[in-house]
Structure formats: structure tokens, C-alpha cells
């Protein structure tokens, strides 16, 4: 089963930077994609980026390209979200996904973490 753990969210200022991490068990990520989806209060799941784990392939969700950058450390079996020039409109609970194939489809990703706050003030 797979296992997904975030970490890393809290506050910080516009213009800050914020690292997440999620931590991955329970399941042979070669064939598998693993990203990040957020959701702000009162609004849809939003598709942030996604990784293939195999080569690190990465894509991004329109809204943070050249902001955010997504890594996979495969020894540590973690994959890394990180967030630069954040925005009050980054606010949201950020959660790591993962699926047999990469989508910008929130809703066909078939595992979640728990999810983890992220805030930014201005």
C-alpha cells in the first residue's frame, strides 16, 4: 500500500521561500508519477506539478511555472516541492500524489498524503 507523508508547510512572507518534502513507502516507484496538488479555501483542487519517477521529468501547473520546482531523490524515495517568490495566492493545503501515470487531473490521481499548510502573508 502505498504511503505518502508530507512535511515542510508553515508561514511565511510574500516573496519567501518554502520547501516541501513528501516522503514515499509501500510501493516501486519506476513505473509510478508523483507530484503535488493544492487546494486553497473555497476553491478547486489545483494540479501544481508532477514528476515521472523514472527519468525526472517534470511538469507544471500554469500558475507556477519558474516559481516551483519539483525533485525526486530516489535513494531517499522523496520527492521535493520547492517554492520560491511565494504569494498570498499560494495559500493552500498542499498535498503529494502519486499514480501509475502522470496527469494535470487532480481527480485521477489515485493516492494522497495527509496534506500540509502552507500560508503566505502580505
Known amino acids: 500500500q502505498v504511503q505518502l507523508v508530507e512535511s515542510g508547510g508553515g508561514l511565511v512572507a510574500a516573496g519567501e521561500s518554502l520547501t516541501l518534502s513528501c516522503k514515499v513507502s509501500g510501493v516501486n516507484l519506476h513505473r509510478y508519477a508523483m507530484g503535488w496538488i493544492r487546494q486553497a479555501p473555497g476553491k478547486d483542487r489545483e494540479f501544481v506539478g508532477a514528476l515521472e519517477w523514472s527519468n525526472g521529468r517534470a511538469f507544471y501547473g500554469d500558475s507556477v511555472k519558474g516559481r516551483f520546482t519539483i525533485n525526486r531523490d530516489t535513494t531517499k524515495k522523496t520527492l521535493s516541492l520547492q517554492m520560491n517568490s511565494l504569494k498570498p495566492e499560494d495559500t493552500a493545503v498542499y498535498y503529494c500524489?502519486?499514480?501509475?501515470?502522470?496527469?494535470?487531473?487532480?481527480?485521477?490521481?489515485?493516492?494522497w498524503g495527509q496534506g500540509t499548510q502552507v500560508t503566505v502573508s502580505s
Open positions: 500524489v502519486a499514480d501509475q501515470a502522470l496527469t494535470t487531473s487532480p481527480s485521477l490521481y489515485h493516492d
